[in-house]
């Protein structure tokens, strides 16, 4: 799976090594995430930690981009299974990993640079129901859509902020009765960019 997931940031490292006129930055973010779904967040709470990297290269000189990166998340919650005897909490674990390739556009305006992309996303996800021993694996497909700020603050070295949307629709393995949950969410996150 890991293979997978790297997949579209190796491929734009090979791009970039094809063509020395192109540059190329590299990022590791952490921050703070908002799930979309209200089941998702009743769940497993309000806050997600997510935990990216990412490349980019620049596709000429007009400001085009391709990037290509991994988000992870990783979160445990307590389910609640109403039962004629009254309500109980299950423990439940989940984590997520994707990736994510696309296109964008940056304008660098002195030791500021500002950036919009967006692409899509293969998402990997895992579900544990402690209690009762049930374990989802699935994937699915969705999007994400980002923008960035970042300042140089020594040599080809960068803070870097990113605030993302995204969006991934799963169905409910054990009951596909139930409407799509959508295990995207709105990030802010903080991190370092270096350029090569």
Do not use: K
């Not at 995430?33 to 620049?58: C, E, H, S």
């Amino acid at each position: 799976m890991l293979a997978r997931t790297l997949a579209p940031a190796l491929a734009l490292l090979c791009l970039s090594s094809a063509a020395s006129a192109q540059a190329l930055s590299a990022s590791a973010t952490i921050g703070l995430g908002v799930p979309i779904d209200g089941l998702f967040r009743d769940v497993y709470g309000d806050v997600l930690t997510p935990i990216a990297l990412q490349a980019d290269v620049a596709l000429g000189d007009r400001g085009l981009l391709a990037f290509g990166g991994v988000r992870h998340v990783r979160r445990s919650g307590e389910a609640v299974i109403e039962a004629s005897a009254g309500a109980s909490g299950q423990a439940v674990r989940f984590r997520m990993t994707t990736a994510r390739f696309g296109l964008g556009w940056r304008l660098a305006r002195g030791d500021w640079t500002v950036g919009l992309a967006g692409g899509p996303t293969y998402n990997f996800f895992r579900e544990e129901w402690e209690d009762f021993d049930l374990v989802t694996d699935d994937r699915s497909v969705g999007f994400v859509g980002q923008a960035s700020l970042s300042r140089a603050i020594r040599g080809r070295v960068e803070f870097l902020l990113r605030g993302e949307y995204s969006w991934a629709a799963a169905e409910s393995a054990q009951d596909p009765t139930l409407p799509e949950a959508n295990l995207g969410a709105i990030d802010l996150a903080a991190g370092i960019a270096w350029r090569f």
